[in-house]
């Protein structure tokens, strides 16, 4: 009987199907250099104008292979990807804002992307950094997001002097979602951060910011984020890819 199958799905030309095709290459270009650089990722080969996340990287998490998983995954989706390095080993806190929208002017100069299309999305520092982004775009120059998405958001380390500044997130315009996400056993930066995000746009309604706590045990530290299991894929990756496919 299995000779019999096997013969049949040679005369029927199962060894003539074509391969199913793979993802999408992932192609790199890197936009300046150093703290006011980025590292843009996109799909090989299409050169039309893309919608564009904004990823914004943790403490001196400056090399994009950190998160390189998850940059993959939002590129095969369809969109470029900024990763701006805003710092060094000297780069005070204060510059780190200013850093990160140099490195993203200057990949947005450079490559066609879709207006109103945009999305900012960082892990740890860059959580802030993130919803700084949001409220001091239109002041900088540079597009306003559609949604933040802080994922474990921290200012400081514990017992670490140095503090990234707080822009005012009244400036964050009322169309922009915003999810904040903390996790319950994050010992590095807490849940404040993500509550203020969330308590202090006020310019935004209510219904469109949602602070979150995570409970599960394997992903409720703060280095899960970086974690590319199942688990980790539908608490941190599911719900930007949902704010992603809603429309502006």
Same mark, same amino acid.
């Given at each position: 009987?299995?000779?019999?199958?096997?013969?049949?799905?040679?005369?029927?030309?199962?060894?003539?199907?074509?391969?199913?095709?793979?993802?999408?290459?992932?192609?790199?270009?890197?936009?300046?250099?150093?703290?006011?650089?980025?590292?843009?990722?996109?799909?090989?080969?299409?050169?039309?104008?893309?919608?564009?996340?904004?990823?914004?990287?943790?403490?001196?998490?400056?090399?994009?292979?950190?998160?390189?998983?998850?940059?993959?995954?939002?590129?095969?989706?369809?969109?470029?990807?900024?990763?701006?390095?805003?710092?060094?080993?000297?780069?005070?806190?204060?510059?780190?804002?200013?850093?990160?929208? &140099?490195?993203?002017? +200057? !990949?947005?100069?450079? %490559?066609? *992307?879709?207006?109103? /299309?945009? =999305? #900012? @999305?960082?892990?740890?520092?860059?959580?802030?950094?993130? &919803?700084?982004?949001? +409220? !001091?775009?239109?002041? %900088?120059? *540079?597009?306003?997001? /559609?949604? =933040? #998405? @802080?994922?474990?958001?921290?200012?400081?380390?514990?017992?670490?002097?140095?503090?990234?500044?707080?822009?005012?997130?009244?400036?964050?315009?009322?169309?922009?979602?915003?999810?904040?996400?903390?996790?319950?056993?994050?010992?590095?930066?807490?849940?404040?951060?993500?509550?203020?995000?969330?308590?202090?746009?006020?310019?935004?309604?209510?219904?469109?910011?949602?602070?979150?706590?995570?409970?599960?045990?394997?992903?409720?530290?703060?280095?899960?984020?970086?974690?590319?299991?199942?688990?980790?894929?539908?608490?941190?990756?599911?719900?930007?890819?949902?704010?992603?496919?809603?429309?502006?």
């Amino acid at each position: 009987m299995a000779a019999a199958v096997a013969l049949a799905m040679v005369g029927c030309g199962a060894d003539d199907a074509p391969p199913t095709p793979g993802p999408p290459a992932v192609q790199r270009i890197d936009i300046g250099s150093g703290e006011r650089g980025a590292a843009v990722f996109r799909p090989a080969g299409v050169a039309r104008p893309l919608p564009v996340v904004v990823c914004i990287h943790g403490l001196y998490a400056t090399d994009p292979e950190t998160y390189g998983a998850w940059i993959r995954h939002i590129v095969r989706e369809g969109y470029m990807v900024v990763y701006p390095t805003y710092q060094q080993g000297l780069t005070p806190p204060a510059a780190y804002l200013a850093n990160t929208v &140099a490195g993203v002017r +200057a !990949a947005l100069a450079r %490559l066609p *992307v879709q207006r109103g /299309r945009l =999305v #900012v @999305a960082g892990h740890s520092a860059g959580g802030a950094l993130a &919803a700084d982004y949001a +409220a !001091a775009a239109g002041d %900088l120059g *540079v597009p306003s997001p /559609r949604a =933040v #998405v @802080a994922v474990y958001p921290g200012r400081a380390l514990e017992g670490f002097p140095l503090r990234i500044p707080a822009a005012d997130a009244t400036g964050i315009p009322r169309a922009t979602r915003i999810l904040a996400l903390a996790g319950a056993d994050d010992r590095t930066v807490g849940a404040t951060t993500a509550r203020e995000i969330v308590r202090d746009a006020t310019s935004v309604p209510r219904a469109r910011r949602t602070f979150r706590l995570v409970n599960d045990p394997r992903v409720d530290y703060h280095l899960a984020p970086l974690r590319t299991d199942a688990v980790a894929r539908r608490t941190f990756w599911a719900p930007l890819d949902r704010l992603l496919r809603q429309d502006p």
